[in-house]
């Protein structure tokens, strides 16, 4: 992968969004597994936190946190391990269908008795 411009890997992956944005991100990645794991991605690390999984659990209140990095952190001392791989899952569909960036669906949501609607200044 380091010897594939990124501007090949996002044509490859020209599809999802934010493609140029993610080739380069592929392009560290591999850098950083080869650098600091020896070409062995480690099983051991933790919870992937995108966007949806960083917002989300901010809006929720269940962390307060400035970066994905750092919501990764929060989550690990705070979420039992056993739902770490799950909890991606659920808050992407979620992030992508309900509690969306802009003007969240609120009026629809399951969870809104338990949200503290952290930074929602409009919704839905």
Request: hydrophobic letters at 35%; proline letters at 8%.
């Amino acid at each position: 992968m380091q010897r594939v411009p990124p501007g090949r890997i996002a044509r490859l992956i020209y599809p999802v969004g934010f493609y140029r944005t993610k080739a380069r991100a592929i392009r560290a990645i591999c850098r950083d597994l080869l650098g600091r794991f020896g070409g062995r991605v480690p099983d051991e690390i933790g919870i992937c936190v995108d966007t949806h999984v960083h917002r989300i659990s901010n809006r929720l209140g269940y962390v307060r946190t400035k970066t994905p990095e750092a919501t990764e952190m929060a989550l690990r001392a705070r979420l039992p391990r056993r739902y770490w791989i799950g909890y991606n899952d659920l808050l992407v569909a979620f992030g992508q269908n309900v509690c969306t960036p802009l003007r969240p669906r609120c009026s629809a949501c399951p969870v809104r008795p338990l949200c503290r609607r952290v930074g929602v200044t409009a919704s839905r």
